[in-house]
């Protein structure tokens, strides 16, 4: 079968369709949270819920399967096979589960939102647990239909990052642990002495909000990303929405805590370069889209850490960033604002407020958690004494509320299960990557001292970006940096960074 053949013509000329559907939800989406009156909620929602039904008639479209049958007798090779096999996988899914169920889930997760934020404020787990048990029970259900019967957990993982599962994600945090628990409780012991000697990072106050606005800009588009086709915008939490031409970025601004914008903008714009760089041609096919979100922060994370988070980046940045902030900054070294910019809080039990050495402790506590409740060995109902346990295992620290353990994210509310692993996946993918990039790119520190990042942008274009959904998390790993996935390189960077 050639690309000329009429039926795979056809089948990508419907999920052209489909995909230029999901950008009208996308910009939606992004003006709700960016945007929107008060009191157009309502409209909103009739809005989107119309533009869900038109969607899923478009990806189980009869005409849809036909052209994706008659591709699959003719045979596909090369690309076409790697369209017409994740074509028929989300084909597959959409058509499998029954529309109530999807509808379902909807509704749920919209109440179980308004249940999780005020048992939270209340620090009240009971009050969620129902909601949590529907959710879980509704993602069992959906693993029956879609034929993952024997390790339901492996469905919620593939849904964010396809071909990734339990088995292999549990293998590689285990060595992370292995590794990550001395190192941290070593840094957290010397920064408790650093402490205790009364050294203590400086606090940055009274950081212009204006001037924080165009630092952010000026940043990211010296790191490579595109304004002609982006934008940066303020939300209540950062995100970045869109592809191709279309990409918005969003962050938050704080004038007693510059930092938290500018790593915020930065993460985002890492997301946003990837989306910029993926090609355009082939929008809306498995050539054409993110590998999967572990790929994905991988991107986010090393321009934020391993980049931004450099000696040589601030070499670059000093000058400016004290020419936009004088006042604030006067009597600030570049030591005293390097330490800040790296700082670690030992026994940190908030995720989302969390440094890189103990981030991903955090993670490996909800992964397992998240693959006992699956597996049925764990009752929603024991679930705050299971984290609490863990977390004294990894942390070091006990909650003292469900507030800030149990109850303190977000994504369970929505039934996002098998979401957490990615951010770590990420952070180990990124490690690897920074680990190629700079044998690959001989004097790439010296770069950044000057305020140039284009190599390494080319570099990741042509290594990670430019190869959209070819090959899952793991493949693209060893392709891209000649080793596969493994924990090594992160804990020897965060050592390298953190651990003297
Ligand atoms: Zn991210």
């Given at each position: 079968m050639t690309t000329s053949f009429p039926a795979y013509q056809e089948l990508?000329?419907?999920?052209?369709?489909?995909?230029v559907l999901g950008t009208v939800t996308g910009v939606l989406g992004w003006d709700e949270q960016v945007n929107l009156p008060p009191g157009a909620a309502a409209r909103r929602g009739e809005q989107m819920s119309l533009l869900a039904?038109?969607?899923?008639?478009?990806?189980?479209?009869?005409?849809?399967g036909a052209a994706l049958a008659d591709c699959e007798a003719a045979g596909p090779v090369g690309e076409a096979a790697v369209v017409v096999a994740a074509a028929r996988r989300d084909l597959d899914r959409s058509v499998k589960l029954p529309a109530d169920l999807v509808a379902e889930k909807a509704r749920l997760s919209?109440?179980?939102?308004?249940?999780?934020?005020?048992?939270?404020?209340?620090r009240d787990f009971s009050a969620f647990a129902p909601y949590l048990e529907k959710h879980l029970a509704l993602a069992l259900r959906e693993a029956e239909l879609l034929g993952y019967g024997d390790r339901p957990y492996d469905l919620a993982i593939d849904r964010h990052d396809p071909g990734l599962d339990a088995a292999r994600i549990g293998a590689l945090f285990a060595e992370l642990r292995a590794g990550l628990v001395p190192l941290a409780r070593r840094i957290d012991e010397r920064v408790r002495a650093e402490r205790a000697r009364g050294e203590r990072p400086v606090a940055?106050?009274?950081?212009?909000?204006?001037?924080?606005r165009r630092v952010a800009r000026a940043v990211t588009a010296r790191l490579g990303f595109d304004y002609e086709r982006g934008r940066l915008d303020v939300s209540l939490h950062p995100f970045c929405e869109g592809s191709g031409d279309d990409v918005r970025l969003t962050t938050r601004f704080d004038a007693d805590n510059p930092l938290d914008s500018l790593y915020s903008s930065i993460h985002e714009a890492g997301h946003g370069m990837y989306e910029q760089g993926l090609p355009a041609q082939h929008?809306?096919?498995?050539?054409?889209?993110?590998?999967?979100?572990?790929?994905?922060?991988?991107?986010?994370?090393?321009?934020?850490?391993?980049?931004a988070r450099s000696r040589a980046f601030w070499t670059w940045l000093e000058p400016e960033y004290r020419a936009a902030f004088p006042g604030p900054l006067a009597g600030v070294s570049v030591d005293a604002l390097h330490a800040a910019v790296n700082e670690v809080e030992p026994g940190g039990l908030i995720r989302v407020d969390s440094d890189e050495v103990h981030y991903n402790l955090h993670i490996l506590l909800r992964f397992e958690l998240e693959k006992r409740l699956f597996a049925g060995?764990?009752?929603?109902?024991?679930?705050?004494?299971?984290?609490?346990?863990?977390?004294?295992?990894?942390?070091?620290?006990?909650?003292?509320?469900?507030?800030?353990?149990v109850l303190q994210d977000v994504h369970w509310s929505g039934g996002a299960f098998g979401y957490f692993p990615s951010y770590t996946l990420g952070n180990m993918i990124a490690a690897q990557l920074w680990v190629a990039a700079r044998a690959a790119l001989p004097g790439l520190e010296e770069d950044f001292t000057r305020g140039e990042f284009g190599r390494l942008l080319g570099w990741l274009r042509e290594t990670v970006h430019a190869h959209g959904r070819r090959e899952d998390a793991f493949a693209l790993t060893r392709r891209a940096t000649g080793a596969e996935l493994g924990a090594g390189a992160l804990l020897a960077y965060l050592q390298e960074r953190y651990g003297a």
């Open positions: 990508l000329a419907r999920l052209r369709r489909i995909h039904e038109l969607a899923h008639a478009e990806a189980t479209a009869p005409a849809l919209s109440e179980a939102y308004h249940a999780w934020a005020a048992a939270r404020a209340a940055l106050r009274g950081f212009d909000v204006d001037a924080q929008a809306g096919t498995a050539l054409g889209v993110a590998a999967g979100m572990a790929v994905h922060e991988s991107q986010s994370r090393l321009w934020e850490n391993q980049v060995e764990l009752a929603v109902a024991d679930l705050p004494a299971a984290w609490d346990d863990l977390c004294e295992e990894l942390l070091g620290r006990r909650p003292a509320h469900a507030g800030e353990g």
